[in-house]
């Protein structure tokens, strides 16, 4: 499965971006799909999740409230809107997708076993 992100671009803080992450033509149904970022000199980490059960959501503290990550396009893209971006959100965003992940561990990337090449994000002051 091959997954490719996009949507990333520059942006004033306080603006808004639309990342999307779509897997090579096929379905996302049956599969969880993260959101991770990674900024420049620090670890990549957890951003938001979509279980492959329920559409059910998970988002990490840091985020929460100005992201949403939803299914479209039917099942075949799951998408991250960005609201109210901060410098501090600047980052290469990847989307991954796991099929036996289990809900506990959607945070952890290392569960993940297919993974995009990345986009950049990058928040003005």
């Known amino acids: 499965v091959q997954l490719q992100a996009s949507g990333g671009g520059l942006v004033q803080a306080g603006g808004s971006l639309r990342l999307s992450c779509a897997a090579s033509?096929?379905?996302?149904?049956?599969?969880?799909v993260g959101w991770f970022r990674q900024a420049p000199g620090k670890e990549r980490e957890f951003v938001a999740a979509?279980?492959?059960?329920?559409?059910?959501?998970k988002y990490a503290v840091s985020i929460k409230g100005r992201f949403t990550i939803s299914r479209a396009n039917g099942y075949f893209m799951v998408n991250l809107q960005m609201n109210k971006l901060q410098p501090e959100d600047t980052a290469v965003y990847y989307c991954?997708?796991?099929?036996?992940?289990?809900?506990?561990?959607?945070?952890?990337?290392?569960?993940?076993?297919?993974w995009g090449p990345g986009t950049l994000v990058t928040v003005s002051s």
């Open positions: 991954a997708a796991s099929q036996g992940i289990i809900w506990s561990a959607l945070e952890d990337l290392d569960q993940y076993g297919y």
């Open positions: 979509i279980f492959r059960s329920g559409g059910s959501t």
């Open positions: 033509g096929r379905s996302f149904r049956g599969w969880s």
